[in-house]
């Protein structure tokens, strides 16, 4: 008699618990928001228009981040120190093949240009992480440029995903490979000579700039291209 | 300001001097500046200076090199751009790389730049302005217009090769400050709340978004309402002040005052708006009364009242009185206590009536050349007006009285009727009244002594008791009127009246055991000493003490020397005579029984009716 009422209370138990999980598990999925499912898309995911919105977004944002780093340290520590780049240093993306103008931009496909923007992205993830650390030893360097190479860094991260995301929505063959630049600057950026090693910020940071604004045009390019048709 | 002014002349002189030698003086070209429009193109313009007058008219020319170029290269297009300046079409163009130009002639490189076309763009202002009319408020003094244009046409926004903002800017027609709003992305703005009867100014221009500078301003849209045929009604700009409003505000208030002070006026209305605070009042008696200072009339209402009587002594915890209140038809013949003492009222100031000397504190507010009967009861001078009438009437009645004994038989009948005059003690310190219900009985008695008694029994209505100072050889039985028939006595006698307190009026005091001894001991008729009998019947103590001894000197010469044989203040009934006479004996125990009460000189009822057989 014992037995069976153990055994009815243990029933009852695991049918409490099972509940309770399934109540977890199936809230879980209703908390995160379901965006409306474009035409024709297997997966209930947010539509590629709003990818792109969001990556131009980002990429706008990190591009204006950057100008104000870069202004800000032009203005704190370049002036009077000659920086002033007759022939600025190449940058480390420089090897990757970018279009130059707007026709090579509209010529170019979306995809190879989707590819270049990723490996842009992906070349610039580990000179940011460097900048961050490397300009907090900079002497008295603003709290302004401090967080802003941090953010950028983060923003970076982000952008750098939902580019895969669309990637992903937007290859039909194979993904390609992986082809990113790598940055080799950070014994540079670590000299003791103080004007060199500012120099070598400079150059990242005017190297930076240029870079976020390539990666912003060529996300507007394409959104306009692909969304909206060519008609923005 | 001189200084400035100093330093500005100076500048001038030496402006002055170096236009004059600006021949020698060279200003070399410069590279103005660069830009591109749409970030597909750009061109540089530079300065020519004084150089290209001076010398050989070298060729100026520009130079450019990529950063991937090995050498200078010479500007592709020197005229499109116009003068002094060099176009780079798009084949030339490449963005984000960086260019250098250097101005240079042959010999000389004048001037450098090095930029990439990224950095220099700075679009073509915006094209077609237009605005149209939203809506209009309900008053019709404003309106809300949109206002719209084109990107610049060489910008191509719609491949989204550049992003522009734009800024928007507007003013009234008179003004001169220009109105800006932020810069947006799109090429509709709307502005609000423009008023109507206005003409304005509007321009835009644009940059790129992430650019800081702008480029230049597109041409002045004028907003003129009248075009589109929009009804403008010409209204006041500010709301007037209402004087509409404040005028009708202000004649109600105005006629909410004047209701309000005829309302004040009803006292019915006014009971009912501001019902009266209630303050403390004593029925029937009206606070005017007093003001006016008819205390007759407010005494005969305190009369009325039973509890003011025992008020009045309440506090007196010396006296004990036995309130009589015994009818007698005769005494209505007499003119009633009250009004004596209120018809005494106006012979003496109000002013309170305070001792020299005295504990109660009374003398500071006392006339000290009025010896006054100081009644320890009274605490104010206030309080003891009546007091005071009290005193006055006693006193006159003390006169009364030394004038009484004078014409003692002769006016006997008429005072047969006070024989029994009851010792109201209404309107007075109550003391015991031992004597009268005696002096009642004694109606059988000679006639003198009937006066006497009458005489004491008038002493005694305002005085407290009579004792029996002596007899006489003739029968006569001598009853002194205890305090006051005492002081009267010693008025009569010659004695000051001392000052008695209310409780004490009957003698307890041993200060007048001097006067009382001359006294006792006479056999004559009381005389009246016209000096001692004088309207101030109240004494103080003290110059009853002086007095006392005066007395004592001046009684000696008048009569026998006086023993001094202290006079109690009762007589024991020695032998009791028939009817006609009562035989006390005035030298009393000095130790009565012991039944007797050895206060000051009061014999309860039933100690007299011990005494009597």
Redesign the interface.
């Known amino acids: 008699m014992t037995t069976m009422s153990n055994k009815g209370s243990s029933l009852k138990g695991l049918l409490v618990v099972v509940l309770l999980v399934s109540n977890i598990l199936l809230t879980k999925e209703g908390v995160t928001s379901l965006p409306i499912c474009p035409n024709g898309s297997v997966n209930c995911q947010v539509s590629l228009g709003e990818l792109f919105d969001r990556a131009v977004k980002l990429s706008h944002y990190i591009h204006f981040l950057s100008s104000e780093i870069f202004n800000e340290f032009d203005e704190r520590y370049a002036q009077g120190r000659g920086f002033i780049t007759k022939a600025v240093n190449g940058c480390h993306t420089s090897s990757l093949t970018t279009p130059e103008d707007k026709e090579q931009a509209q010529q170019i496909h979306h995809e190879d240009l989707l590819n270049i923007v990723v490996a842009m992205l992906r070349s610039w993830n580990d000179p940011l992480i460097h900048l961050a650390s490397e300009v907090q030893s900079i002497k008295e360097a603003p709290e302004t440029i401090l967080w802003k190479t941090v953010e950028i860094e983060e923003q970076n991260k982000r952008l750098l995903e939902g580019l895969e995301k669309i990637v992903g929505r937007v290859h039909t063959g194979e993904t390609g490979n992986e082809i990113y630049s790598q940055w080799e600057g950070l014994p540079s950026l670590q000299l003791a000579d103080e004007d060199s090693r500012l120099f070598a910020f400079y150059n990242l940071l005017h190297c930076l700039r240029r870079d976020s604004h390539k990666i912003d045009n060529y996300l507007k390019v394409l959104k306009c291209r692909l969304i909206h048709d060519s008609n923005c | 300001m001189d200084l400035w002014y100093l330093l500005f002349t100076l500048a001038l002189v030496c402006a002055n001097d170096s236009l004059s030698a600006s021949d020698d003086l060279l200003r070399w070209p410069q590279i103005s500046k660069c830009r591109s429009p749409e ?2 193109t750009f061109s540089c313009y530079w300065t020519d200076g004084n150089f290209y007058n001076l010398t050989a008219p070298g060729t100026i020319q520009l130079l450019y090199m990529k ?1 991937n170029d090995e050498d200078w290269k010479e500007c592709p297009d020197y005229i499109t751009a116009g003068e002094n300046s060099c176009y780079f079409n ?1 084949s030339y ?6 260019y ?1 130009v250097k101005l240079a002639n042959k010999d000389e490189v004048f001037d ?1 730049k ?1 930029f ?1 076309v ?1 950095e220099i763009v700075l679009p073509d202002p915006p094209v077609h302005l237009n605005w149209t009319l939203l809506n209009t408020s309900q008053t019709g003094i404003h309106g809300d217009i949109q206002v719209r244009w084109d990107p610049p046409p060489t910008a ?6 550049i ?1 522009l903002e734009y800024e928007l800017q507007y003013k009234e027609v008179n003004e001169t400050k220009w109105n800006k709003l932020k810069p947006e992305l799109s090429t509709m703005v709307p502005l609000y709340s423009l008023k109507m009867g206005i003409d304005y100014e509007i321009r835009v221009r644009s940059r790129q ?2 650019s800081e500078k702008f480029g230049e301003f597109s041409e002045i849209l004028y907003v003129s309402f009248s075009q589109i045929g929009v009804e403008f009604v010409h209204c006041a700009e500010e709301i007037e002040f209402p004087w509409f409003l404040v005028g009708i505000f202000g004649s109600c208030v105005l006629a909410i005052t004047v209701i309000l002070i005829l309302l004040s006026k009803q006292p019915r209305l006014k009971m009912l708006i501001f019902p009266p605070v209630p303050v403390p009042k004593i029925k029937g008696i009206d606070s005017d009364l007093l003001k006016k200072g008819k205390l007759d009339e407010v005494s005969s209402i305190l009369a009325s009242h039973d509890s003011y009587k025992t008020q009045l002594y309440s506090d007196d915890l010396w006296v004990e009185f036995i309130e009589l209140d015994i009818e007698d038809p005769d005494e209505k013949k007499r003119v009633s206590d009250t009004d004596r003492l209120l018809s005494e009222e106006h012979l003496k100031s109000h002013s309170c009536l305070g001792a020299k000397d005295d504990d109660s504190g009374l003398a500071s507010c006392c006339e000290p050349d009025i010896p006054e009967t100081d009644f320890s009861a009274s605490d104010t001078c206030e309080a003891i007006s009546d007091i005071d009438q009290f005193k006055k009437v006693t006193e006159k009645e003390e006169d009364l009285l030394c004038l009484d004994r004078k014409e003692n038989y002769e006016s006997l009948p008429s005072l047969a009727n006070t024989d029994a005059q009851q010792p109201r003690v209404s309107t007075r310190s109550g003391n015991s009244q031992p004597w009268p219900p005696f002096a009642g009985s004694t109606d059988s008695a000679s006639p003198l002594i009937h006066a006497q008694l009458s005489h004491q029994n008038t002493l005694t209505t305002t005085d407290f008791y009579a004792q029996v100072s002596d007899i006489t050889p003739a029968g006569r039985v001598v009853l002194s009127p205890g305090k006051k028939s005492k002081m009267g006595r010693a008025q009569c006698e010659g004695c000051m009246e001392q000052n008695f307190t209310m409780d004490s009026a009957y003698f307890c005091e041993a200060d007048v055991k001097k006067c009382i001894a001359v006294t006792s001991h006479e056999e004559e008729e009381p005389r009246v000493q016209e000096q001692s009998c004088i309207d101030n019947a109240y004494f103080t103590t003290e110059s009853l003490t002086t007095t006392g001894i005066n007395l004592g000197a001046s009684a000696a010469e008048v009569q026998a020397p006086s023993s001094e044989i202290p006079v109690p203040d009762y007589t024991s009934i020695h032998i009791v005579h028939s009817p006609q006479g009562l035989v006390l004996n005035a030298t009393a125990l000095p130790v009565p029984d012991k039944e007797f009460n050895m206060s000051c000189g009061y014999v309860s009822t039933d100690q007299l009716n011990k005494m009597m057989p």
């Open positions: 970030l597909e950063r798009t163009t490449s963005i984000w790389i960086p250098c450098e090095c990439s990224d191509d926004v719609q491949k989204g090769w992003t978004r992430t």
